[in-house]
């Protein structure tokens, strides 16, 4: 075999498969050959190197999706409404039932405050941080202090019994808003005010959580 | 984004960080699972679905766009042109081809019309192998070893590559950077597998040849 036949031969060859025994033989007899295949193999493996490390402007992406978001590929999730939304007046009741989410987060939070103070007689904070960036705290506070709401069940044991039933009618209506909250969130993403209200029930249920803890710690 | 960790309780942020966890992993199956369900998704319409498929072929896309019209706006322009084609067209997808093969071949195509309306000569697709005198397979070889000087520097291969013609260029980005084989590249460029074949030859050939040229004299020639 000559050169020209092994060059016309190894173009057959897939890659990553060994060259046939003939090719083999030429190859290690031949250094030119051999110099070559090594050659090849050499710019094919740095291409793949360093060819694929680009990629477009983080930009990219904004204006692809504003673009199928105007001609309407891309749909954005529609609330579900049922016959009431032809009656101008009741047309707003699927968010009723987030208006009464929204309800029980402030008549909870007040109701914590109330029994934070009660029991502690520490005034709540007159400016409480924005939502957004306390939430991750609270988040992660939440987390790595408290299991499911073990815990919360635990430290109210601890509690005198005629205290108890305030406690735990508060938990669960905190955990009450979460779901509604989580519920409508999942039908509405976009909804920043109702992720803004999930960050503050998070907020309230931490605020409980450092309640009990006082209690315990007297 | 650990405030997106509250929200994993919804059916959108839990479908969103599995995707995200498919897509680091390593393993084919899941990354082809989680695709045909994003394609499926994409087809309905989901915002996320359209991203997930967009991260995932992002940098192929903008790679071989890159390297065929050797810059950067112009590759970003084509990218944006290829995503939203494909996206419009997603519809249409009927799973025959592999997804990935399917967007290289409208890539191919926005890639070659843009380089005839800049009026860049691409290449005869029905060209026969070795008719071409020019590659009639010279019997040259360089003394030095290029693997083993470590002479293929980035700059200098990707100046090598410009160099190639628009036609030998796409087929070596199609097989030996993306790691498409013939087969497929025959179907993403409408030629045969023995076109395919000749045409990465030729290029494999000449880029060595530029390489060569670009760090050593003379060559020495084969028997």
Redesign the interface.
């Known amino acids: 075999m000559?050169?020209?036949e092994f060059?016309?031969a190894w173009?057959?060859v897939?890659e990553n498969k060994p060259l046939p025994t003939y090719l083999e033989m030429h190859r290690q007899t031949c250094p030119?050959?051999s110099?070559?295949v090594?050659?090849?193999?050499?710019?094919?493996r740095?291409?793949?190197r360093?060819?694929?490390l680009?990629?477009?402007?983080e930009q990219?992406?904004g204006?692809?999706?504003n673009?199928?978001?105007q001609?309407g590929?891309?749909?954005?999730p529609r609330m579900r409404t049922g016959w009431f939304s032809e009656i101008p007046l009741l047309a707003g009741f699927p968010r009723w039932s987030m208006g009464m989410a929204y309800a029980a987060v402030f008549l909870l939070a007040f109701g914590v405050v109330s029994l934070h103070n009660f029991f502690t007689n520490v005034p709540s904070p007159p400016h409480p941080a924005p939502p957004?960036m306390v939430?991750?705290e609270v988040?992660?506070q939440a987390?790595s202090t408290l299991s499911g709401d073990q815990a919360f069940h635990q430290l109210m044991e601890k509690i005198p019994a005629e205290n108890r039933p305030i406690y735990e009618t508060s938990l669960q209506q905190v955990n009450n808003s979460i779901y509604q909250l989580?519920q409508f969130?999942?039908a509405h993403?976009e909804d920043l005010f109702t992720?803004e209200q999930?960050f503050t029930v998070?907020e309230q249920k931490h605020r409980l959580w450092e309640t009990l803890v006082q209690w315990e710690e007297f | 984004m650990q405030l997106l960790g509250i929200f994993q309780a919804s059916e959108t942020g839990r479908a969103d960080a599995t995707w995200q966890s498919e897509l680091n992993s390593s393993s084919q199956d899941v990354r082809n699972a989680a695709e045909t369900r994003a394609i499926e998704r994409a087809k309905q319409g989901d915002g996320s679905a359209f991203e997930f498929l967009y991260n995932t072929h992002k940098r192929r896309i903008y790679s071989l766009c890159l390297r065929m019209t050797g810059n950067r706006e112009e590759a970003e322009d084509l990218t944006q042109e290829v995503f939203l084609q494909m996206f419009r067209k997603v519809g249409t997808f009927r799973g025959e081809s592999a997804f990935s093969t399917w967007m290289h071949r409208l890539a191919v195509n926005l890639v070659l019309m843009r380089l005839r309306k800049k009026g860049l000569a691409t290449f005869p697709l029905d060209e026969p192998a070795g008719q071409n005198p020019e590659d009639s397979r010279v019997r040259e070889l360089g003394v030095v070893d290029l693997s083993l000087a470590g002479s293929v520097d980035r700059v200098t291969l990707e100046r090598a590559i410009q160099a190639l013609p628009a036609g030998y260029r796409l087929v070596f980005l199609l097989h030996d950077v993306e790691g498409y084989e013939h087969g497929e590249i025959a179907g993403i460029m409408g030629c045969s597998v023995g076109n395919s074949k000749s045409q990465l030859h030729k290029a494999r050939m000449k880029l060595r040849e530029l390489l060569q040229m670009d760090r050593f004299p003379a060559p020495e020639t084969r028997k």
């Open positions: 000559n050169c020209e060059e016309v173009q057959e897939e030119l050959c110099q070559w090594a050659d090849l193999d050499h710019i094919r740095q291409a793949r360093w060819l694929l680009d990629q477009p402007s990219l992406w204006q692809i999706r673009q199928l978001q001609d590929v891309i749909k954005t957004a939430s991750a988040l992660n987390n989580n969130l999942a993403p992720r999930l998070y």
